[in-house]
Antibody, heavy 122, light 107 residues
Framework: EVQLVESGGGLVQPARSLRLSCAAS????????MHWVRQAPGKGLEWVSGISWNSGDIAYADSVQGRFTISRDNAKQSLYLQMNSLRSEDSALYYC???????????????WGQGTLVSVSS | YVLTQPPSVSVAPGETARITCGGNNIESKTVHWYQQRPGQAPVLVISNDSGRPSGVPERFSGSNSGNTATLSISRVEAGDEADYYCQVWDGSSDQDVFGTGTKVTVL
């Protein structure tokens, strides 16, 4: 069974940093591209970042470009999101999602975790 | 790239719900649809415009033409009550985009 478990969320002050993790099981992470998607309370889904199977291709939403860094360790079956210079508008539930293939482009998100909550407030 | 959905759709049990996703020349893109029940993570219900992942009821179908993609749910049940999102990858920006979301209410 495919499982994605996010962790690392919490309450953080503006301008500080936080690192999210996503532990994958039930499949070989290195065969799939992965994404981070967030959802502010009561709001819609917002794509954050995507990474190809070998980290060769990476993309970010304009809202996080230059502040967030996506990475992965296939040997550890883990995906990460380093979030720097956090703002109040980054407060959201952060999901990791698996793409149905090795390339993050033009592919559906076929499995999702349950999310980890990030709250940015002083 | 902007994807526009109606905020809400109401439908009686047994009827058909149609949820639209509007975008400039969206027919040139590949559209995926997700269902999100309250308090739960999204679930893929339609891939590649009209494909139905394993386990998704045949009542769910999709189409994509012109500037509008459509998710149809026939013989609507109470359990279909959820938020629905369309999604595409925009090649010009190399970014994925989600629609604004539609809340489906079963009367």
């Amino acid at each position: 069974e495919v499982q994605l478990v996010e962790s690392g969320g919490g309450l953080v002050q503006p301008a500080r940093s936080l690192r999210l993790s996503c532990a994958a099981s039930g499949f070989t992470l290195g065969e799939y591209a992965m994404h981070w998607v967030r959802q502010a309370p009561g709001k819609g889904l917002e794509w954050v970042s995507g990474i190809s199977w070998n980290s060769g291709d990476i993309a970010y939403a304009d809202s996080v470009q230059g502040r967030f860094t996506i990475s992965r360790d296939n040997a550890k079956q883990s995906l990460y999101l380093q979030m720097n210079s956090l703002r109040s508008e980054d407060s959201a539930l952060y999901y990791c999602a698996r793409t149905a293939g090795p390339d993050y482009r033009n592919a559906e998100f076929d499995s999702w975790g349950q999310g980890t909550l990030v709250s940015v407030s002083s | 790239y902007v994807l526009t959905q109606p905020p809400s759709v109401s439908v009686a049990p047994g009827e058909t719900a149609r949820i639209t996703c509007g975008g400039n020349n969206i027919e040139s893109k590949t559209v995926h649809w997700y269902q999100q029940r309250p308090g739960q993570a999204p679930v893929l219900v339609i891939s590649n415009d009209s494909g139905r992942p394993s386990g998704v009821p045949e009542r769910f179908s999709g189409s994509n033409s012109g500037n509008t993609a459509t998710l149809s749910i026939s013989r609507v049940e109470a359990g279909d009550e959820a938020d629905y999102y369309c999604q595409v990858w925009d090649g010009s920006s190399d970014q994925d985009v989600f629609g604004t979301g539609t809340k489906v209410t079963v009367l």
